[in-house]
Structure formats: structure tokens, C-alpha cells
């Protein structure tokens, strides 16, 4: 992925797990030392984390509704279950999608 902006394209082929880790075993030295592109990949991170946990949340309180026999409520509560499954299915998919353009940069250098 080639960006005009050499911090975004540089953000883009951060291993973040690799970071995180180098981070974690070492944080004096390491959280000091990181580049911000790391810091720009770790925050793009966090934040693709922060909206996967907010659908799991959303999905959970979905399924916790009480099913009622009334099928205008249990079709909204299906409907909600259903659009926070898809929500969440597109942000895996993109998160697979952004793990594989990494992955195929690495191969290729």
C-alpha cells in the first residue's frame, strides 16, 4: 500500500504485534525508541481494538434481550443480533486484509 504521505505509508508496513511485543518485554527502552510510524501503527491498533470491543459489547446486550413471542420485538432483536454479527465480520475482514498486505510486503522483501 503507497501513500503520498511518508509517515501514513511507513505506519502501513508496521508489524504491530512484533512492535507491541519488542515494547512489552522492554518498556523503558522500547517505548522510547519507537518510531512514529510504530506509534501511528499502535494507535490505528488500539482504536480498529476499541470498535471490535464496542460491537462484541453491543452484540452481547443484543443477545441478552428477552425473547417475547411478539414478533415485531424478537424480529428487532434478531435484526439487532444480525447487524452487530456483520458489523463485526467486516472489521475481521479488514483487520485479515490488512494483516495479509503485511505479511505479502515482508515475503516480498
Do not use: Y
Not at 508489524?15 to 510504530?38: L, Y
Not at 471490535?52 to 432483536?77: F, K, W, Y
Amino acid at each position: 500500500m503507497h501513500h503520498a504521505d511518508p509517515l501514513i505509508s511507513a505506519a502501513c508496513r508496521v508489524d504491530v504485534i512484533e512492535v507491541a511485543g519488542r515494547i512489552i518485554a522492554n518498556p523503558r527502552r522500547r517505548a522510547v525508541g519507537a518510531s512514529s510510524a510504530e506509534v501511528l501503527a499502535l494507535a490505528w491498533a488500539v482504536e480498529a481494538l476499541n470498535s471490535v470491543v464496542i460491537e462484541a459489547e453491543l452484540l452481547v446486550r443484543a443477545m441478552q434481550l428477552p425473547i417475547t413471542g411478539n414478533d415485531s420485538h424478537d424480529a428487532a432483536r434478531d435484526d439487532a443480533i444480525q447487524t452487530r454479527l456483520a458489523n463485526l465480520a467486516h472489521q475481521f475482514a479488514v483487520m485479515r486484509a490488512a494483516d495479509n498486505e503485511l505479511q505479502i510486503e515482508k515475503e516480498a522483501s
